[in-house]
């Protein structure tokens, strides 16, 4: 059976950059506080006329270009988000028409800050049983439109991004195995209360925003981010030590660190981003992929352990021969 290889990744922020002064005038808050408690430094701020598929066509170019395919060979594109553009069309089918092609099937996938690792997971299984030669898988997100810049405890953790990857049917070996999971249970702790079928005509008000109990969301990453990275090691037949990288959900430092600890992993093992572009959901993959793969520290046979935690709870994985 064919692999699904990763054979380009792109990525795209937006110019405004945010730092975490500019959020003590906002909110009563301090540069050293978010420091400590997340490792976030700055975070890019989308501008007023940007949009998720905006940003996501530019990542998905970006891969394009580094794959040496042109966009008429995608012939499957999923964009991960839980902020498209539109209630519909999907974000996946305004990328698809402002690439010129069309025919294939194109669609949205939202796990929140997972979406990312869900839609590898799905476009992986399209590859390995002929559905698709060609996939583009995008995680593109814009949390400065559904956050409650009120409320310190969120406002500021979170940033505007995309990443993209070209998965392609290739004999050699690309992503060893994808898991996802979720549990529902646990909706309340992190939300957007508003939706299409509730309250959608509040929207604007408090519960069209963002709302998280941070401490309990970050108790049960830690735990789940352990037990994923155990059962793709497990499935995989593969010890800690031959991971050449692990790419976590870039929600906080403090989190990625426990999960590399579980791991034996040292941090400089780890790619960390989240210092730079905050959170930005199901993007934050993606992105970190990219940033290591043009800086040139993730090479060509490398194995990388993706791992992402968000809201549902959702969770999931992905061990990639790179
Ligand atoms: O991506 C999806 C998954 N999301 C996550 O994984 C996020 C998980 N959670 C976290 O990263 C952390 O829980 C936070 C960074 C959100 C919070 O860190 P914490 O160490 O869990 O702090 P806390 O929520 O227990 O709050 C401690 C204190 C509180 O004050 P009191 O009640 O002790 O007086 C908060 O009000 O810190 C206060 N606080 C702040 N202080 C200054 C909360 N936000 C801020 C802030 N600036 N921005």
Same mark, same amino acid.
């Given at each position: 059976m064919?692999y699904? %290889?990763?054979t380009g +990744? =792109? &990525?795209?922020l937006?110019k405004? *950059?945010?730092t975490n002064?500019?959020?003590?005038? !906002?909110v009563d808050?301090s540069?050293?506080?978010i420091?400590?408690?997340?490792?976030i430094?700055r975070?890019?701020?989308?501008?007023?006329?940007?949009k998720?598929?905006?940003?996501?066509l530019a990542?998905?170019r970006?891969?394009l270009?580094?794959?040496?395919?042109?966009a008429?060979?995608?012939?499957?594109i999923?964009v991960a988000?839980?902020?498209?553009?539109?209630?519909?069309?999907?974000t996946?089918?305004?990328?698809q028409?402002?690439?010129g092609?069309?025919?294939?099937?194109?669609?949205?996938?939202?796990?929140?800050?997972?979406?990312f690792?869900?839609?590898?997971?799905?476009?992986n %299984?399209?590859?390995? +049983? =002929? &559905?698709s030669?060609?996939?583009l *898988?995008?995680?593109?997100?814009?949390?400065?439109? !559904?956050?409650n810049w009120n409320?310190r405890?969120?406002?500021?953790?979170f940033?505007?991004?995309a990443?993209?990857?070209i998965l392609?049917a290739?004999d050699?070996?690309?992503?060893?195995s994808t898991?996802?999971h979720?549990?529902?249970?646990h909706?309340?702790?992190?939300?957007?209360?508003?939706?299409?079928s509730?309250?959608y005509?509040?929207?604007?008000q408090?519960s069209?925003?963002i709302q998280?109990?941070?401490?309990?969301?970050?108790r049960a990453?830690?735990?789940v981010?352990?037990a994923?990275?155990?059962?793709?090691l497990?499935a995989?037949?593969?010890k800690?030590?031959?991971i050449a990288?692990?790419?976590?959900h870039?929600?906080?430092?403090r989190i990625i660190s426990a999960?590399?600890?579980?791991?034996?992993?040292?941090?400089?093992?780890?790619?960390v981003?989240v210092d730079?572009?905050?959170?930005?959901s199901?993007a934050?993959?993606?992105?970190?992929?990219?940033?290591a793969v043009?800086d040139?520290?993730i090479?060509r046979g490398?194995?990388?352990?993706l791992?992402?935690?968000?809201?549902g709870?959702?969770w999931?994985?992905a061990?990639?021969?790179?």
């Open positions: 064919k699904a %290889r990763i +990744t =792109g &990525g795209y937006p405004r *950059v945010m002064k500019d959020f003590e005038a !906002i808050t540069d050293e506080w420091r400590e408690r997340t490792g430094i975070r890019h701020i989308a501008a007023d006329d940007e998720t598929s905006d940003m996501g990542a998905a970006e891969a270009q580094m794959a040496e395919t042109d008429k060979d995608v012939d499957l999923i988000t839980s902020t498209p553009d539109k209630v519909f069309p999907s996946a089918c305004i990328v028409r402002r690439l092609i069309s025919g294939f099937a194109a669609f949205d996938v939202n796990a929140a800050c997972s979406g690792v869900y839609a590898l997971d799905i476009a %299984r399209f590859v390995r +049983t =002929g &559905g030669k060609c996939a *898988v995008i995680g593109a997100e814009i949390y400065s439109r !559904i956050i409320d405890g969120t406002c500021v953790l940033g505007d991004g990443g993209a990857v392609q290739s050699e070996a690309g992503i060893l898991h996802s979720a549990d529902g249970q909706e309340e702790l992190l939300h957007v209360p508003a939706g299409i509730s309250g005509d509040q929207v604007r408090e069209a925003f998280m109990k941070g401490h309990e969301v970050f990453a830690v735990g981010l352990g994923i990275a155990r059962e793709t497990t995989n037949n593969v800690e030590s031959d990288w692990l790419i976590p870039q929600a906080n430092l999960a590399a600890k579980k791991l034996k992993l040292p941090m400089d093992r780890v790619v981003t730079e572009h905050a959170n930005t199901s934050s993959i993606p992105l970190a992929l990219d940033v043009r040139g520290r090479k490398d194995l990388l352990l791992e992402a935690f968000g809201a709870f959702t999931g994985s061990l990639v021969r790179f």
